[in-house]
């Protein structure tokens, strides 16, 4: 097994301050703490057939949220969330039936559309509840009925000349790569149990490429296609096979399946991330966003939360495997942007219930709440796909914030609060944090333990940041610190983030051209967006902003205050009127039609 270069630290060791912790508890006790929907997802295993007249998802649910809620636990340590939780785990176990299955399709009806989707989904959140169940009984129920779970499985698919069926002919929906995600899940299984034949199905969904008729995984290695140019351009699903893909990597050693993980995410960011660290300007696809999501032809519904939150998931995996950098600078945009744009801090109702993440985020101008991403009807209510994953999100956003590496620690973000563990000698060790960052560039860490010790702290410096100084007890240092550490010792970090323009032309130099020419406001990894609440907004009128050669805005704009909660808030003074400008994250949360936000912004560039 390939170990992890970045290892997340144990659980309970986080306890932050601020707008993440707060969407974490927030989402904790409005979403994870509702035992109505348990029970919900629950019933459709019981019941066994809930799938089989539109063979649909109903069966992702529970496993999406017990993923979701296991790792917000790691965080919190909230001890109701975890009785919870556990219920709910006892509960679906009682729904396996006689052959091993848990499934929301009957025997008549299996293998088709999303049904081993849904079965990799229970598999999962049995997985993550794994990582932190207390009783060593239950641990061994849960490996147990997965075993079952999986061995019917491969008893029915795999290589047609063993006489089954082949993953990619178990859905026509997508080709069948929602199904080809169940990699994951039997990977897992397999580190677990150390029984070959789960690797060996493994091996199968491997070669069969993800899809039917063309092999994404080659495609990968080669390097000759965007995403967006594939066959097959479902952009969650496919970056969950990836997933998958660098477990495989981690079992084998096998370096070619990393290499295509890594082409593929590169080229992902490349071609499809947009601004605010999402993709698919085309509701949910590969579309080659990164151009798209200044063009007025593309309207709609975009940007779905299903595709942020596996975004960050894919990044967070691939940093720990590899340890690059620029994997959290992505994580880093979608969190502040894309994720925490989407929890329903108002608490506004759609069909009579609450969804506390919303499941599309716009570009341009539009508003939030426009849609139920995945939307099933559950007895009298519904659920959707975005709000059951989002929570692994939010409880990602701290997780991934501080790892420990072979000889010290690596400080991946800045978050306000403390991080308590042990040094690399096993002592214990506290970082008490004070930080404005990313809505400010002012970050202070003071380290308190028991004896001195030598070791290496590496402290991420981020993209964005235009200019950079850390300093040790007031003395200038670079970002990887090798040194004696002791109680006392207290490290500063002043990154210089000036506001931005990016022009649509910075992007595509065709942008030119246009009739109608787009802009966004950044600051630092933060997208500063136009929202209409602001009386003083409006976009009926481009504006003209004078910057410097880079795109650092040269007018007048400082700090302010605006009439909703938000993180960052600017006035910006230009030739033709005030801009309010307010941080992408904290925009359009009235999901009102009459208030319209935008993060691209019509521009007159004279």
């Known amino acids: 097994m390939i170990y992890y270069k970045m290892e997340m630290l144990p659980e309970g060791s986080l306890k932050y301050q601020g707008v993440i912790d707060d969407s974490i508890r927030f989402i904790q006790e409005n979403q994870l703490k509702d035992i109505q929907y348990w029970k919900l997802f629950i019933k459709q295993f019981k019941l066994g057939n809930v799938d089989d007249q539109k063979l649909s998802w109903r069966g992702e649910?529970?496993?999406?949220?017990?993923?979701?809620?296991?790792?917000?636990y790691i965080y919190t340590q909230d001890n109701e969330l975890y009785d919870i939780i556990e219920k709910s785990v006892r509960d679906m176990l009682e729904t396996q039936d006689d052959l091993g299955r848990f499934s929301t399709y009957s025997v008549e009806k299996e293998f088709n559309e999303w049904d081993m989707w849904c079965r990799k989904y229970v598999m999962l959140g049995m997985f993550y509840f794994l990582d932190i169940c207390r009783d060593g009984e239950l641990k061994s129920r849960i490996v147990e009925a997965m075993t079952r779970h999986a061995d019917y499985i491969i008893s029915k698919i795999g290589p047609s000349e063993d006489g089954k069926l082949p993953i990619t002919k178990t859905s026509i929906i997508w080709k069948a790569l929602n199904s080809s995600s169940i990699l994951e899940p039997f990977v897992r299984l397999y580190v677990i149990t150390g029984y070959e034949r789960y690797l060996d199905f493994s091996r199968h969904i491997i070669d069969c490429g993800f899809i039917d008729g063309f092999n994404i995984i080659e495609a990968c290695l080669e390097n000759r296609l965007m995403p967006f140019e594939f066959p097959v351009t479902k952009a969650y699903e496919m970056m969950s096979c990836f997933e998958g893909l660098l477990w495989y990597?981690?079992?084998?050693?096998?370096?070619?399946y990393l290499d295509a993980a890594e082409n593929f995410a590169r080229n992902v960011e490349k071609s499809d991330i947009t601004?605010?660290?999402?993709?698919?300007c085309t509701h949910e696809l590969f579309d080659n966003s990164k151009v798209n999501q200044f063009n007025p032809d593309f309207t709609g519904i975009m940007q779905e939360t299903c595709v942020t939150v596996t975004w960050i998931k894919l990044c967070q995996l691939l940093f720990q495997v590899t340890g690059k950098k620029e994997y959290l600078d992505y994580i880093e945009k979608s969190v502040y942007n894309a994720l925490l744009g989407a929890v329903n801090t108002e608490k506004k109702s759609r069909d009579n219930s609450i969804p506390w993440f919303d499941s599309y985020s716009p570009l341009r101008m539009g508003v939030r709440g426009e849609k139920i991403g995945g939307y099933q009807k559950i007895?009298?209510?519904?659920?959707g796909c975005c709000m059951a994953i989002a929570a692994a999100g939010t409880a990602l956003a701290a997780l991934s914030s501080v790892y420990r590496t072979e000889d010290g620690f690596y400080f991946a973000q800045y978050i306000t609060g403390s991080i308590k563990t042990t040094t690399p000698k096993g002592r214990n060790i506290v970082f008490d944090v004070v930080s404005s960052y990313p809505f400010a560039g002012i970050v202070k860490v003071e380290i308190n333990m028991e004896t001195e010790e030598e070791f290496l702290i590496n402290f991420r410096i981020p993209s964005e940041s235009k200019k950079t100084i850390i300093k040790v007890n007031g003395k200038t240092h670079d970002t990887c610190i090798m040194r004696k550490w002791k109680k006392g010792d207290v490290v500063e970090i002043h990154m210089t983030m000036p506001l931005r323009l990016l022009k649509d032309s910075d992007i595509l130099p065709e942008a030119e051209q246009r009739e109608r020419r787009y802009g966004v406001f950044v600051k630092g990894p933060i997208v500063m967006a136009v929202d209409q609440f602001i009386e003083s907004n409006r976009f009926d009128e481009a504006i003209h902003v004078n910057t410097d050669k880079d795109g650092y805005v040269l007018d007048n704009y400082e700090v302010s205050d605006v009439a909703f909660k938000s993180n960052l808030a600017i006035v910006l003074h230009t030739e033709e009127r005030d801009l309010v400008l307010v941080d992408y994250a904290s925009c359009g949360k009235s999901w009102d039609e009459e208030y319209p936000m935008a993060a691209w912004v019509e521009m007159d560039f004279k």
Not at 61 to 72: E, F, H, N
Not at 275 to 280: L, M, T
Not at 379 to 383: L, R, V
Request: zero cysteines; aromatic letters at 16%; a positive charge.
């Open 379 to 383: 007895d009298d209510t519904y659920y």
């Open 249 to 256: 990597y981690r079992v084998t050693g096998e370096k070619k």
């Open 61 to 72: 649910y529970w496993g999406k949220m017990m993923r979701g809620a296991s790792l917000t």
């Open 275 to 280: 601004v605010i660290g999402s993709a698919g």
